[in-house]
């Protein structure tokens, strides 16, 4: 089974900060990856997602996230995080095939931009 | 229209009491998926509804947990004897269908749970 690791719980960061959060999986075969986001009282929505091509995906609100196979990484990435960006962001990884539904999230980390 | 519902959005009750928590998925969404957040640890999948084919239940984590999705649309999962372990924040997704490449899933609020 998958399992998905998210290296940092809280991140502290200054308006116009870069932003760079990690994402392991451990799953040998093709995989779908997703971030996604849930701002203060909001529902979990959908920030990015890859599935095949580009390995840098670019997805809402300036935020991109590269593949790296060789790593099992999916970094989400943003060159300058603004208050409004605090949430916490949680990293999801999908196996095609038996069980294609499921989604294996991460623990999740907590962005706290500070004006 | 409306995204997916959730009630109660909160619920105390007292340990060994059983709870009921419903799902009101998009209109038109065949696939339907329950998850439960515990302080501390990732999204665990619970159970899934794919239209009318018998559910995954997979990942309930005991006997105390069932779910049922009644013509196809409203959900309810039910906690039989609640625990103090059971507290914890249940979602609740739907999408189109269930291959998770071509079909976002959306999420409901969630339903905070607490076991006294």
């Known amino acids: 089974a998958q399992s998905v690791s998210q290296h940092n719980h809280h991140v502290i960061l200054s308006e116009a900060a870069s932003l760079e959060l990690g994402c392991n999986y451990s799953?040998?075969?093709?995989?779908?990856l997703f971030w996604y986001v849930q701002y203060p009282g909001q529902h979990l929505q959908l920030l990015l997602k890859?599935?095949?091509?580009?390995?840098l995906v670019k997805g809402i609100k300036g935020f991109e996230a590269e593949f790296i196979k060789s790593k099992f990484s999916f970094n989400l990435r943003k060159p300058s995080v603004q208050w409004s960006d605090t949430a916490e962001y949680l990293c999801a990884v999908n196996a095609p095939g038996a069980g294609s539904y499921q989604l294996t999230f991460g623990k999740g980390t907590k962005l706290s931009v500070i004006p | 229209g409306a995204g997916v519902s959730q009630s109660p959005s909160n619920k105390v009750t007292e340990k060994g009491k059983d709870v009921e928590l419903r799902c009101d998925p998009i209109?038109?969404?065949?696939?339907l998926y329950w998850y439960r957040q515990s302080l501390g640890q990732g999204l665990e999948f619970l159970i899934y509804f794919q239209g009318n084919s018998a559910p995954d239940k997979s990942g309930l984590p005991s006997d105390r947990f069932s779910a049922e999705r009644t013509g196809g649309s409203v959900s309810t999962l039910t906690i039989q004897r609640t625990q103090q372990e059971d507290s914890a924040v249940y979602l609740c997704?739907?999408?189109?269908?269930?291959?998770?490449?071509?079909?976002?899933?959306?999420f409901g609020a969630g339903t905070r749970l607490s076991v006294l």
């Open positions: 799953y040998g075969g093709t995989v779908n």
């Open positions: 997704a739907s999408s189109l269908a269930q291959n998770v490449a071509k079909n976002i899933q959306y």
């Open positions: 209109s038109g969404h065949t696939a």
């Open positions: 890859y599935f095949s091509g580009d390995p």
